[in-house]
Every structure is written in structure tokens, then in C-alpha cells.
């Protein structure tokens, strides 16, 4: 069983420059590990508390040292010697130590840091990649995710003119390595396409997606389709699309502000299936504000083939995802695990999205950081997709590399992961 020795954290720098948190954990037996938990900008109003220290004249009130003595002060020396069954029990224990609804107390950033250093020291004491250990979390089978990757980025990753967040490439591939290598050709001629079209060079998004100065929103949609055909692909065979409309940012009193007019809910919904029939949509994620219920029925009602996929409506909260099966208000679970704040409450969320037959997309945030433990996550926890990002800034790269390590384990060295290929 393991026990904690020493469990430290540290304020450290996300992509952008923000402060996070980043936690070191040994275990009696030598084992150690180091992660750190990234943050968004484009937040659900449901999501667990990540604790800031709101001191104007540091980072703008955004540091982390507080979240950082909650787990110096109050995390470790709670956990310090104990037997830790396993991650519920570890997981238990910080709850109760926090003990609030959302985590305001010790603060999610705290709470998070201290769930995935466990669960990294624990894999490496079992002698296990760390794929493994999350797949021996929920009692399933490693799979590597399809790739669903940022082209474009508008809404609050871009300040841009679109309202729209992200329109992805979601490459038909067998594997991650010719995914990542069409989407690189798809990057390079969507930067072409921009240039000519648009006579600038395309800024890039928190991301890395392009941030290009389209008219409107649906020509995201027509220039990544130019893309794909631009880099010699068929769009909707080799390379298909998805979209996180992340529209709660652009919804006012009930009404959608998007392409210069103003939608209302059932407006919105027969665009979004407009969208679907003439675009080769995957997914459309948060179509709908994350309050606006009715209109998720309704769009899940009536949506074929494209899934409708919960981020901002959902917050990987199990309460929020029961309302959403009842409701039939969407099928398919995009995972933050520092949405919820703890691996087992995020497996839990797991499981019941699972339990309805949805799809479950393993998601990064805009804040990352260099660690790789989502691509683990990933495969550990079988998703459908996995969406980290771009593929031209370090943070993201560090995911997609992982899942290339982990690809060819899997082929080349079965025997050493206990997987099979
Ligand atoms: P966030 O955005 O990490 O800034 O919240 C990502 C998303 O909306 O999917
Ligand atoms: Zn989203």
C-alpha cells in the first residue's frame, strides 16, 4: 500500500505566462513524481474553484501561492505517513479535507495537484506506464484517441472578430503519427489560404490555432474545408472537422449574438443543424449556452451523425451529467479533469457519460503546461478523441509527442506495457 512521504508544491508558469501549480510527491518505497494542472480561460460557471490570490499587484491577481500552502500546509501534512489504499481513498481524504461544494476551500488547483502526483508516483511504484495505471483506474483497455486538432480560434482565445472558439481537424488516420503529419500539410495550406485571402499573416490563438480576420463565423467552416483540399485531402474522407462553438460567451438574455445578428435559442439550433448537413462535422461542443437546456434537448433531438458534445454545459460534474441524460440534452462528455478537481470524481463522470453510450472526448485547457500526463489520460481512459490544441506550441506538442511514445509502445513493444497492439 502505498504512503505518502513528502508532498511539496510550487507556484509555476502556464503558457500564458499565468501562474499554476505544480506538485512533487515520493512515496516510502523511493517513487517520485511531478505534475502540474493547467487552467482555463473559457470557463463553465460550474466548474470546481481554482483558487487565485486576488493581490492586484501580482499577476493581476491570478498567483497561485495560496493554493500552493494548501497543499504545503494543509494537504500534506494531513497525508503525510498515511496507507493510501488506493486513488478513491486518496481522493476521499482530500475532500473531506476540503470539505465545500466547489472546492472553495483548499482550491481545485490545490486539491488536483495532489490527486495526479499521487496517481503518476503510484503508476511508477507498480512499475506500470501511466496510461496503464488511469486504465487500471476504471478497469478498462488503453486505445489511442483520435486526434481532434485546432485550426482556427476565435471567441475568447483570440479576441477575435469571430465568435466562434475553435474549428478543429479530426484526421481519418489509422494512427497518431499520419494524423499529426496531415495535419501539419492542413496547417501549412491553411496559412497559404490566409495569406492570399485575408493579406496578412494569421496571428495564433492561446492555442496555437490561426486566428484569421474571417467576415464571419461560418467561413472558419469553408476555409478549413479549402484547407483540407488545399493540402490534397477529400474533406469528410481523409480529414473531417469538428467545432467548439463555446457559445455561452456570446449568449445575452436569452439570446445568441453571432454573425452580426442576434439568434434566438431555436434560431440558434436550426443553424447548428445547418451546419452539420453541409459541413463534415464530428462534433459540435457547446452549441448552446450552458444554461440554455431546452435547446440542447431540442438540438439533440434533431442532430444526426454529428455528436452533441457538453464542455461548458457539463464542467465533468456528475450531478450536471445525470440532468443531461434525463434531459437527453447531449451525447458526449468533453473531460477537464480540473473541472471537477479530482481523478475520481472525473471518473466518475466517466462512467455515467459511458453508461448512456456517449462518446468522451479527453480535453486539454488553453492554460497548459509542459507536463504530458493528458495524453496518458487519454489512452489510459479509451476516448474517443483527445483535443489538446495545435500543433505548433510546446505545451500542446508535449501531448501529442507523449501519445507518439505511447503509439509506438504499443506496436513495437507490447510485452513491455502488457497491452498487445
Ligand atoms: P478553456 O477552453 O480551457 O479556456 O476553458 C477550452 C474549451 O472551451 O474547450
Ligand atoms: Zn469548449
Known amino acids: 500500500m502505498p504512503v505518502i512521504q513528502s508532498l511539496r508544491a510550487l507556484e509555476i508558469l502556464d ?5 499554476t501549480v505544480q506538485a512533487t510527491c515520493a ?4 517513487a517520485t513524481a511531478t505534475v502540474s494542472v493547467p487552467s482555463g ?10 483558487l487565485r490570490d486576488g493581490d492586484p499587484r501580482r499577476y493581476g491577481g491570478l498567483g497561485c501561492r495560496k493554493a500552493v500552502e494548501n497543499v504545503n500546509r494543509v494537504i500534506a501534512p494531513a497525508l503525510l505517513d498515511a496507507q493510501i489504499a488506493d486513488q478513491p481513498d486518496l481522493d476521499e481524504r482530500l475532500l473531506d479535507l476540503d470539505d465545500t461544494p466547489n472546492k472553495s476551500r483548499l482550491g481545485a488547483n490545490a486539491i488536483l495537484a495532489a490527486s495526479l502526483v499521487f496517481a503518476r508516483a503510484h503508476a511508477r511504484q507498480r512499475g506500470v506506464p501511466l496510461y496503464r495505471h488511469f486504465a487500471d483506474l476504471l478497469g478498462i483497455e488503453p486505445k489511442l484517441p483520435g486526434l481532434t486538432i485546432n485550426l482556427f480560434s476565435g471567441g475568447k482565445h483570440a479576441e477575435g472578430q469571430v465568435a466562434i472558439q475553435d ?3 479530426a484526421p481519418q488516420t489509422a494512427t497518431i503519427a499520419d494524423g499529426l503529419a496531415m495535419m501539419y500539410a ?6 497559404v489560404l490566409i495569406k ?7 496571428l495564433t490563438a492561446d492555442e496555437g490555432g490561426l486566428a484569421p480576420p474571417a467576415l464571419d463565423d461560418e467561413t472558419l467552416l469553408a476555409d478549413a474545408v479549402a484547407a483540407i483540399e488545399r493540402a490534397g485531402y477529400r474533406p469528410g474522407e481523409d480529414a473531417k472537422l469538428a467545432l467548439d462553438v463555446a457559445s455561452s460567451h456570446f449568449y445575452r438574455d436569452g439570446a445568441y449574438y453571432l454573425q452580426g445578428q442576434i439568434l434566438s435559442g431555436g434560431e440558434m439550433v436550426d443553424l447548428l443543424l445547418d451546419w452539420s448537413r453541409r459541413y463534415p462535422l464530428v462534433s459540435i461542443e457547446d452549441g448552446l449556452a450552458e444554461e440554455d437546456w431546452l435547446h440542447w434537448s431540442a438540438l439533440c433531438l434533431r442532430m444526426e451523425g454529428t455528436r452533441v458534445l457538453g464542455d461548458d454545459l457539463l464542467c465533468t460534474n456528475p450531478a450536471r451529467i445525470r440532468r443531461a441524460i434525463e434531459m437527453k440534452a447531449a451525447n458526449a462528455l468533453l473531460l477537464k479533469v480540473n473541472q471537477i478537481g479530482t481523478l475520481s470524481e472525473a471518473a466518475a463522470a466517466y462512467r455515467l457519460a459511458r453508461s448512456d453510450g456517449w462518446d468522451v472526448v479527453i480535453s486539454a485547457r488553453s ?13 489510459g481512459w479509451a476516448g474517443d478523441y483527445i483535443k489538446v490544441g495545435s500543433i505548433t506550441q510546446s505545451e500542446r506538442l508535449a501531448k501529442y509527442n507523449r501519445l507518439l511514445e505511447i503509439e509506438e509502445e504499443r506496436t513495437s513493444f507490447p510485452h513491455l506495457t502488457g497491452i498487445g497492439s
Open 186 to 191: 492542413i496547417y501549412q495550406a491553411a496559412a
Open 167 to 169: 474549428v478543429l481537424i
Open 367 to 379: 492554460g497548459e503546461t509542459e507536463d504530458n500526463w493528458l495524453a496518458d489520460l487519454a489512452v
Open 27 to 30: 512515496l516510502s518505497d523511493g
Open 41 to 50: 480561460r473559457s470557463t463553465g460557471t460550474a466548474e470546481a474553484l481554482e
Open 196 to 202: 492570399e485571402k485575408y493579406g496578412m499573416r494569421a
Open 15 to 19: 503558457s500564458r505566462g499565468r501562474p
